[in-house]
């Protein structure tokens, strides 16, 4: 079966707390892709997805993070943009905002 991971320049990885019943899965794409989303729910937690509306400008996402809603779902992105940031992914300006958590979305 064919995996995210066959696409070039795709990374993605996955950790479980089995304490905590929790877990999270970041999908990299340090050279930054087009993206789109859209957020369901009754009260989704959520961090930047606003620029993966279709109306938003074309802009490049670099990774997404999956988590659960929980404020340490929500805080588990700083690492992600850390990690980006460390490696010297660029990032676009969006109107007068830095960064716009370097294109990542949870």
Do not use: K, Q, W
């Not at 606003?50 to 992105?77: C, I, Q, R």
């Amino acid at each position: 079966m064919p995996s995210l991971t066959d696409v070039a320049g795709i990374r993605v990885g996955h950790a479980t707390d089995l304490v905590g019943l929790t877990g999270c899965t970041a999908i990299l794409c340090e050279a930054g892709v087009t993206a789109s989303g859209e957020v369901r729910g009754g009260a989704p937690g959520t961090h930047e997805t606003d620029v993966l509306h279709t109306g938003n400008p074309n802009l490049l996402v670099h990774g997404v993070l999956l988590t659960g809603g929980s404020v340490f779902g929500l805080d588990a992105v700083t690492g992600v943009m850390r990690y980006l940031e460390e490696r010297g992914v660029p990032f676009e300006r969006f109107d007068d905002f830095h960064s716009i958590a370097r294109r990542l979305a949870s």
